[in-house]
C-alpha cells in the first residue's frame, strides 16, 4: 500500500472580483521508499499541491480534497494539533529559498536541533543531543564544528543553508520527504552532491522522497517515477522518461513560440537578425571591435577587500575575498563575470555598488552613471513580501528623484505622472498591469524577478548589476527573462554587468567575459 | 566597542550644535530679558546695569562659550524669574515628569505586545478588527479629554484612585503610584495605540517570510510560531519606533500636567516662556532634544547587540 495517496485535491484563493482556481483535481501516489519526481514550469502549481499534503499554505489559501491519506490516516480531516505532531517528525520539507527559509535571528545548532525539542524527543544529557544535531549536519554534508552550530544563517552560503535545511528535516527521520526544488539556487557541483544526499538517504532508511524540479535531467536521475504539471492540473501519468521528455519540450517549444511571437510584434527587424546566423556572428564581432571605442561608464582600478573575522575568542583575522581586481566598463555592454560560488563575486559588485567599502583600490564613474541599480538572485529578499508591486516600483521612481536631487537635479514629477512610468515599466517587462495590486509574496519567482528587474530600470540607471539574477528561477523562465534582458538594454540604452555560476547562460547574453576565482580576475575571454 | 565610542562622539557633536542652535535663536529673538524683569519703567541706566550682572552682554559667540565653559561644570545658570539656580528648579520638576513616564512607559510595554500579537494572529479577524477600531480611537481622542474622563469615573465617581495632589515617590510610593495611575493611563494610552499598530503590522508582515514557512513545516505550532520566530523579528523592525515614542513620553506632557496638577516640566517650560526665562528654556529644549538623540543612539546600539546581521566586527 501507498505511504502517500492524494485524491482530488484542490486549491484556490480569493481574489478581487471571485476565485482563482490554482490546482485543479489533483490526485497522485507515492509508495514506500520511492522517490517521485515532479516536474513542471514555473507557476504549474507544484509548490502548493506539495504544501498541501501538510496543509502548510498560508491561511488565504482554501484547500479542499477528496481524501489525502498518509500511513493509513486521514491528513483531511485531521485537527491543527494532530497535524503539527506529524509536520518535521513524519513529513519533512526542504525549499527552494535557502537564503531566506532560516530564521535569520537564531543560530544553527538552535534551529536544526527545534524539532527534537518540538516532538519531545528526549535525550538524557544535553550533549547527546548536540551529538545528534551534530550527526544530522554530518549526514547532510557538513563538518558540525563548534563554529558552525553558534552561526547565524547570515554567515554561511546558499549551499551550505541549504544542507542545514535538509539536516533540519531528516534530524526526526521522517518517513516523507518533500524537497521543492532545493537545487534550483545552487551550482551544478553542490546540485550533484545533494542529489546524491538524497538517494543515500533512501538507501540507509527508505525515506520517500517527492523531488521537485523543473529540470528534467536531474529528476530522471534521481526519480523513480515522474509526474508532471501544468497549469495547476496533473498530466497523464507517464511510465518511460522519453515520452516525459518529448512532452516537456513540447511545452517549452510552444512557450519560445509565444515569446517569439510577442517579441515579433514589437521588434520585427531583430527576429529577422537572429534567423541569420551566421551573419549575426560577424555583426557580433564587429560589435565586439566597436565596443572598444565606445566611452568608458565604469573603471575599477586594483580593488582589494578582506572581511575581518572575529573568533568566538576574540581573535581578529582578516579573510581576503577580492585581491587586486581591475575592470573597466563601457557603454551599452553586457559584461558577464563568472566564477564558483564563494569566489568573491557577490562582494565584488556590493563594493562596485557602495554597499561595501573596500580596503583598498579605487571606483570611478563617469557622470551619468553614477548609481548602478542592482537585482539580486533572489527577489523575495530584496523586496519587501507584504508590500504591493505598483507601491515597490512607485517607491522606486522618488528613490531616484532623491538620488538625482543629490546630483543637483532638481525634478520630482506629479503623482499621476509617476504612476504614468509605473505602469509603463510594467508593460515593458511584459507583466500585466494586474499586477501592479499584488503583493510580491504572491508572485511566482519568475514574475517576482521582473518585478526587481523593473524596480532596477525604472530610475534609468546608466549601470544595471544583475547578481545570478537567473539562477534560481528554472529553464523556461530563465530564456524569457534574459531575452526580456537584452530587449531592455536596447531600449533604455544602459550597461549590465551579469554575475553567473553558470558559464552557459554568461554565454548567452555577454558581450565580454571575465573570469573569478578566489577573489581575483583569473582569464578575459 | 569602538562602534559605541564612535556613537557617543556623534551624540556629543549632535548636542552641542543643538545647544548652539538653541542659544542662537533666544539671542536673536526679540525682547529683553532685563527690560522685562525690571518693567517698563526702568531707567536705561537700571537695565544696563543688570545686563551686565545677567551676563546679557558681549557676542553671542562669547556668551555661547562662556554658558558653556559653565555648563560642563553643571552650572546651567540661573533663573530670571525664581533666582535659582536652574538645575535646582528643573531637578525638581524632572522627578514628577520622569517618575510620570516611567510609569506610561511601562503600561505601554506591558499591554502593547500581547495587544500586538493578538491582533496579529488573525489578520483581519474579528479580534484585529476590533483593536483596529480601538487603536484608532485611542489615537484620535484628545489627552485632556481623557484626562478628564478618567478623573471622573475613576477618581471622582468610582474613587479607585486618589486624585488630591501630587505625592513625591521618595515621600510615599505607594500614594506617588495611585496618583499617578490616571495621568498615566492618559499618557499611555495614544502612545500604545500606536505601539500596538506598528507592532501588529510589523508582526503581519513579518508572517510573510520564508522562515516563517519554515518554522511551521517542522511542526510549530501557531503560538510557538509567533513567540519563538516571529516575535523576535517583529520586536527588532519596531525598536526606533519604540525608542522614539520613549523619548516623546520622558519630555512630558503639557496637556496632561495641567489637568491632573503635576509640577512636571512641561508646566515649568510653558511658563518659563511667558517669563522669557531664557536660561530655563535653553535647558528644557537642550533636555528634550538630547532625548530624542540619546534614545536613537541607545536604539542603534540595541540593534548591534539582539541583531546578528549588524556587523560587530567594528
Ligand atoms: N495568493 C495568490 N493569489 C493569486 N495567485 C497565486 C497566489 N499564490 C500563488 N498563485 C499562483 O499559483 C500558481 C502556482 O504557484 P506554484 O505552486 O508556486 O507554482 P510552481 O511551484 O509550480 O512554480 C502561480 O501561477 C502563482 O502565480
Ligand atoms: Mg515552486
New binding site residues.
Given amino acids: 500500500m501507498a505511504l502517500l495517496s492524494v485524491k482530488k485535491l484542490n486549491i484556490s484563493?480569493d481574489?478581487p472580483g471571485g476565485e482563482?482556481q490554482?490546482v485543479r483535481d489533483v490526485s497522485f501516489e507515492v509508495g514506500k521508499g520511492e522517490i517521485l519526481g515532479l516536474v513542471?514550469a514555473?507557476?504549474?502549481?507544484?509548490?502548493?499541491?506539495s504544501m498541501a499534503i501538510a496543509h502548510i499554505l498560508r491561511r488565504?489559501y482554501k484547500v479542499s480534497a477528496e481524501e489525502i491519506l498518509f500511513d493509513k490516516r486521514r491528513m483531511d480531516l485531521m485537527s491543527e494539533g494532530e497535524l503539527c505532531d506529524i509536520r518535521g517528525r513524519e513529513i519533512a520539507y526542504v525549499f527552494q529559498e535557502p537564503m531566506t527559509s532560516l530564521n535569520p535571528l537564531l543560530r544553527i545548532g538552535r534551529q536544526v536541533a527545534e524539532p527534537l525539542e518540538i516532538h519531545g524527543i528526549k535525550f538524557s544529557t544535553k550533549v547527546e543531543k548536540t551529538e545528534a544535531v551534530k550527526q544530522a549536519l554530518k549526514e547532510a554534508g557538513l563538518e558540525p564544528t563548534r563554529d558552525l552550530l553558534r552561526a547565524y544563517p547570515h554567515q554561511l552560503s546558499g549551499g551550505q543553508r541549504q544542507r542545514v535545511m535538509i539536516a533540519m528535516a531528516f534530524i526526526c527521520n521522517p518517513s516523507l520527504l518533500v524537497a521543492d526544488e532545493i537545487t534550483t539556487a545552487l551550482d551544478v557541483d553542490t546540485t550533484n552532491v545533494i542529489a546524491e544526499l538524497l538517494l543515500e538517504r533512501r538507501k540507509r532508511y527508505g525515506t520517500s522522497i517527492i523531488f521537485i524540479s523543473h529540470d528534467t535531467k536531474l529528476v530522471e536521475r534521481v526519480s523513480d517515477r515522474i509526474l508532471h504539471?501544468k497549469n495547476?492540473e496533473m498530466l497523464e501519468n507517464h511510465e518511460s522518461p522519453e515520452e516525459a521528455e518529448r512532452e516537456l519540450m513540447a511545452a517549452k517549444r510552444a512557450e519560445e513560440a509565444e515569446i517569439r511571437a510577442m517579441e515579433g510584434s514589437e521588434t520585427s527587424d531583430e527576429d529577422t537578425d537572429e534567423q541569420s546566423a551566421s551573419g549575426n556572428k560577424i555583426a557580433g564581432r564587429d560589435k565586439n571591435n566597436a565596443l572598444n571605442a565606445k566611452k568608458v561608464i565604469l573603471e575599477v582600478k586594483n580593488l582589494s577587500f578582506a572581511y575581518s573575522d572575529r573568533s568566538v575568542l576574540g581573535k581578529v583575522t582578516l579573510k581576503p575575498v577580492l585581491k587586486d581586481v581591475s575592470l573597466v566598463l563601457r557603454e551599452g555592454e553586457t559584461l558577464g563575470i563568472v566564477g564558483k560560488s564563494g569566489s568573491g563575486k557577490s562582494t565584488l559588485v556590493k563594493t562596485i555598488c557602495g554597499l561595501q567599502k573596500s580596503n583598498e583600490g579605487e571606483i570611478i564613474y563617469a557622470p551619468g552613471s553614477e548609481f548602478p541599480q542592482m537585482v539580486f538572485q533572489d527577489p523575495y529578499s530584496s523586496l519587501n513580501p507584504a508590500r504591493s508591486v505598483g507601491r515597490i516600483l512607485y517607491e522606486a521612481v522618488r528613490m531616484g528623484e532623491r538620488r538625482a536631487a543629490m546630483k543637483g537635479e532638481k525634478k520630482r514629477v506629479s503623482k499621476t505622472l509617476a504612476r504614468q512610468v509605473v505602469f509603463d515599466m510594467l508593460k515593458s517587462v511584459d507583466l500585466k498591469s494586474e499586477i501592479a495590486y499584488r503583493k510580491i509574496s504572491?508572485?511566482?519567482?519568475g514574475?517576482r524577478q521582473r518585478v526587481a528587474i523593473a524596480t532596477a530600470l525604472i530610475t534609468r540607471p546608466g549601470i544595471v548589476i544583475l547578481d545570478e539574477p537567473v539562477s534560481a528561477i528554472d529553464a523556461n523562465v530563465q530564456e524569457q527573462i534574459l531575452a526580456l534582458l537584452k530587449k531592455l538594454k536596447e531600449t533604455f540604452g544602459c550597461s549590465y554587468i551579469f554575475i553567473s555560476h553558470d558559464p552557459e547562460v554568461i554565454a548567452k547574453i555577454c558581450d565580454r567575459v571575465l573570469v573569478i576565482e578566489d577573489g581575483s580576475i583569473k582569464e578575459k575571454r | 566597542m569602538k562602534y559605541i565610542i564612535k556613537k557617543i562622539a556623534s551624540l556629543v557633536i549632535t548636542l552641542l550644535i543643538i545647544s548652539f542652535v538653541t542659544f542662537l535663536a533666544f539671542a536673536v529673538i526679540p525682547g529683553d530679558a532685563a527690560v522685562s524683569k525690571l518693567g517698563m519703567d526702568a531707567t536705561p541706566e537700571q537695565v544696563e546695569e543688570l545686563r551686565e550682572e545677567m551676563g546679557l552682554k558681549g557676542s553671542v559667540m562669547s556668551r555661547y562659550l562662556r554658558w558653556l565653559g559653565n555648563a560642563a561644570r553643571g552650572n546651567f545658570g540661573k533663573s530670571y524669574r525664581y533666582d535659582m539656580p536652574v538645575t535646582e528648579l528643573i531637578s525638581e520638576r524632572l522627578g514628577a515628569t520622569v517618575g510620570l513616564a516611567c510609569v506610561s512607559l511601562v503600561l505601554i510595554l506591558v499591554f502593547s505586545v500581547p495587544l500586538s500579537l493578538l491582533s496579529a494572529a488573525k489578520p483581519n479577524g474579528a479580534v484585529d478588527n476590533v483593536l483596529t477600531i480601538l487603536t484608532q480611537i485611542g489615537m484620535a481622542i484628545p489627552q485632556f479629554f481623557l484626562g478628564i474622563v478618567l478623573t471622573l469615573v475613576f477618581g471622582i465617581l468610582l474613587s479607585w484612585f486618589k486624585t488630591g495632589s501630587y505625592v513625591s515617590p521618595s515621600v510615599d510610593f505607594g500614594g506617588f503610584l495611585s496618583f499617578m495611575i490616571l495621568p498615566a493611563i492618559s499618557v499611555a494610552i495614544p502612545k500604545m495605540s500606536m505601539m500596538v499598530k506598528y507592532l501588529r503590522d510589523c508582526i503581519v508582515s513579518e508572517k510573510k517570510n520564508d522562515y516563517v514557512r519554515t518554522a511551521k513545516a517542522k511542526g510549530n505550532g501557531e503560538a510557538a510560531i509567533l513567540f519563538k520566530h516571529v516575535l523576535k523579528n517583529a520586536v527588532i523592525s519596531a525598536i526606533t519606533f519604540f525608542a522614539m515614542i520613549t523619548a516623546e513620553v520622558l519630555a512630558g506632557s503639557i496637556v496632561v500636567e495641567q489637568v491632573f496638577g503635576i509640577p512636571g516640566l512641561g508646566r515649568l517650560l510653558v511658563n518659563s516662556i511667558n517669563n522669557r526665562d531664557f536660561p530655563v528654556v535653553n535647558v528644557i529644549v537642550l533636555y528634550m532634544a538630547a532625548l530624542v538623540v540619546i534614545m536613537n543612539t541607545l536604539a542603534d546600539i540595541s540593534y548591534r547587540i539582539v541583531d546578528p546581521r549588524v556587523s560587530r566586527a567594528d
Fill in positions: 484563493v481574489v482563482k490554482l513542471g514555473s507557476g504549474s502549481g507544484k509548490s502548493l499541491t488565504e504539471m495547476g504572491e508572485l511566482s519567482g514574475e
